[in-house]
């Protein structure tokens, strides 16, 4: 009997087979338009019990479900003969009427089992003698087949453990716990779901079949410090049951030692998520499947997982399509990139070993809201392809280094709105560099923009990218700062003194510190640009230099009477209180008004100013 059956709707079908009614209920049904058909069986199916999950099946009736049309996400059944069940405490299925049975759960009562979860999957129903479920955990490094090492309960807090007769699997366990300090390896075919693998617990992944099940909740979890370990060298890699899920935790590791089957779904599967700081480690020196790829596909923006080389790469790695990577590459061992399709490392690179582009390889691109270039406790080495359209972009977001960089032969790009963050550190080599419009440049240097960028090739510090200096020792900008400024942001507790006095700037922020044109030097505020104070003011002094409005402007100031600024010569109108909080600039040493200018709101004159 075909149905087209809909949530919210019990669903009772009248069949039967041999002079006996078997009625079979659907209902709690997810799915696209599913038309579900029902049939019953007189006799026996002629399968068995699986041995782990039901001991026993009957011998006088069975059922088989099936989709005749659309598509099913889940629902729930209920089957009943014509005599009580008995022993029969659940349900099993098979996907052939003649086929192994295994528990598929459901309530026994009176003649009925009912609550009979299918997910997606349907198929033949006998009714059978399930196998009690228990929790699980293991008593000592051990393989997953040795019955006796395996502790079972049946609370969810591991009390009153007794040593178990046989292992565990998804048909048999309300949950299972690899223990801290212990390795379970899989040994022969297994099947498991509601995994959880403790801190400093590993679970190795060996030469046998592993099954990961559709439970309730997640299916495997790997906790922070916990270790999934894929050794395997002959047979498969996981099967992921539909709907299946494994989580890896920060911190947690999912740790390749074997290729042999091709173990780059780990990080490329739907199926696996990957929490910021959780680790897919690539711990071979076989290349991982690139091309095509994207790895920690469930990674939302904010999530940063780490996908960490910790071995050379004998061979290149990449192709003709694209590769992305989801978080941050982290390179421990040498490595080539092929192919001419871009690679995106969402979340930067860092690492100390030595990536290099071959002849053919497509741009390195960095597109992250937060990102990081480099290593703390090391160099990493970037030996760039020399053509315009490779080398690495940084595309978008902020980038910060971790520790100084070796840039060779091709191009370093920072590109509009992208942000680099320096800090003290510097990117040297003999490649090129670009800043480009509206790209900014983070420099804590004591030298400023010379310090950060010291690249030995072609150095473009494009018109009306942005600068700051936020060191907290005397800083110098250094002299490669670009002559056209968009914005100018000093947030140094110490000094920030110019270079050179040919800067033209659109914005000029003091957030910290004290700020200085240099001694008979100048910096010069675009039409239209303005100075903002939050904090940061000019000495008192000649080292403070000149500052010129080339056309109209304003002054802002959190602070009563700031910004302090030295010597200014106004061009335009000039509002030196341009905001409402009713905080006007104050004038150290001179204002100049030249010709057709005018002040609309004056500033406070120090005494002896003029």
């Not at 499947?289 to 990674?299: D, E, I, K, V």
């Not at 930067?348 to 992250?368: H, K, L």
């Not at 490669?480 to 700037?505: Q, R, Y």
Request: charged share 5%; proline share 3%; with cysteine.
């Amino acid at each position: 009997l075909d149905w087209a059956v809909t949530s919210g709707t019990t669903y009772t079908y009248p069949i039967g087979a041999g002079g006996s009614y078997y009625p079979a209920t659907v209902s709690a049904v997810a799915g696209t338009i599913p038309v579900i058909r029902m049939q019953a069986f007189n006799g026996t199916s002629g399968g068995i019990a699986d041995g782990s999950s039901i001991t026993s099946i009957s011998n006088t009736e069975y059922w088989q479900a099936s989709l005749s049309s659309g598509t099913l996400t889940s629902a729930t059944l209920g089957f009943t003969r014509t005599t009580p069940v008995g022993s029969f405490t659940g349900m099993g299925r098979s996907s052939t009427a003649n086929g192994n049975y295994s528990n598929v759960g459901g309530t026994a009562s009176g003649s009925q089992v009912a609550g009979v979860a299918t997910g997606s999957v349907l198929g033949f129903y006998v009714m059978g003698a399930t196998v009690p479920l228990y929790y699980w955990s293991n008593a000592a490094t051990m393989n997953w087949s040795s019955a006796s090492s395996w502790q079972t309960t049946t609370t969810s807090s591991y009390s009153s453990p007794i040593t178990a007769s046989i292992a565990p699997n998804a048909s048999n366990s309300l949950g299972i716990t690899i223990r801290s300090g212990h390795t379970v390896s899989i040994d022969a075919t297994s099947s498991l779901d509601q995994t959880v693998i403790q801190a400093n617990g590993t679970l190795v992944k060996a030469n046998a079949d592993l099954t990961i099940n559709d439970g309730t909740g997640t299916d495997l979890e790997i906790q922070n410090g916990g270790i999934y370990r894929h050794s395997t060298t002959v047979g498969n890699n996981p099967i992921f049951n539909t709907g299946s899920t494994i989580l890896v935790r920060g911190g947690g590791l999912v740790d390749i030692t074997s290729n042999a089957t091709g173990a780059t779904i780990y990080g490329t599967s739907t199926n696996i998520t990957y929490e910021t700081n959780a680790i897919f480690n690539w711990n071979i020196n076989s290349p991982f499947g690139a091309s095509g790829q994207t790895f920690f596909p469930n990674a939302g923006a904010e999530v940063v997982p780490i996908f960490r080389l910790s071995t050379p790469i004998s061979l290149g790695v990449g192709g003709g399509l694209p590769t992305v990577i989801n978080g941050v590459f982290e390179a421990n061992g040498n490595v080539s990139w092929d192919g001419n399709a871009a690679k995106t490392f969402r979340n930067g690179i860092i690492g100390i070993a030595t990536i290099t582009q071959s002849a053919d390889c497509g741009q390195f691109r960095i597109t992250g809201t937060t990102s990081q270039l480099g290593s703390s406790v090391g160099t990493l080495t970037l030996n760039l392809r020399n053509e315009l359209t490779s080398g690495l972009a940084l595309q978008a977001g902020s980038c910060t280094l971790l520790g100084s960089v070796t840039s060779n032969s091709g191009p370093m790009y920072i590109d509009a709105g992208a942000t680099l963050i320096a800090g003290a550190f510097s990117i040297g080599g003999t490649g090129s560099f670009t800043l480009n419009n509206n790209a900014t440049l983070v420099s804590a240097h004591p030298n400023g923009v010379n310090g950060s960028i010291t690249l030995g090739g072609t150095k473009n510090f494009n018109d009306f990218a942005n600068y700051t200096f936020n060191g907290t020792a005397a800083q110098t900008t250094g002299a490669m700062m670009g002559d056209a400024v968009g914005i100018l942001t000093i947030n140094n507790p110490t000094t920030v003194t110019l270079s050179k006095g040919t800067h033209t700037t659109t914005t000029l922020n003091l957030q910290a510190g004290s700020f200085r044109c240099g001694t008979n030097q100048n910096l010069n505020i675009a039409n239209g640009g303005s100075i903002n104070s939050t904090g940061g003011n000019q000495p008192n002094d000649l080292v403070a230099g000149k500052i010129t409005f080339l056309g109209n402007g304003q002054t802002t100031g959190t602070n009563s009477g700031e910004p302090k600024l030295y010597d200014v010569t106004i061009n335009g109108s000039i509002d030196f209180n341009g905001i409402s909080n009713g905080q006007s600039a104050t004038i150290w040493n001179r204002l100049q008004i030249n010709a057709g200018s005018f002040v609309t709101d004056a500033p406070f004159y120090h005494t002896s100013s003029t």
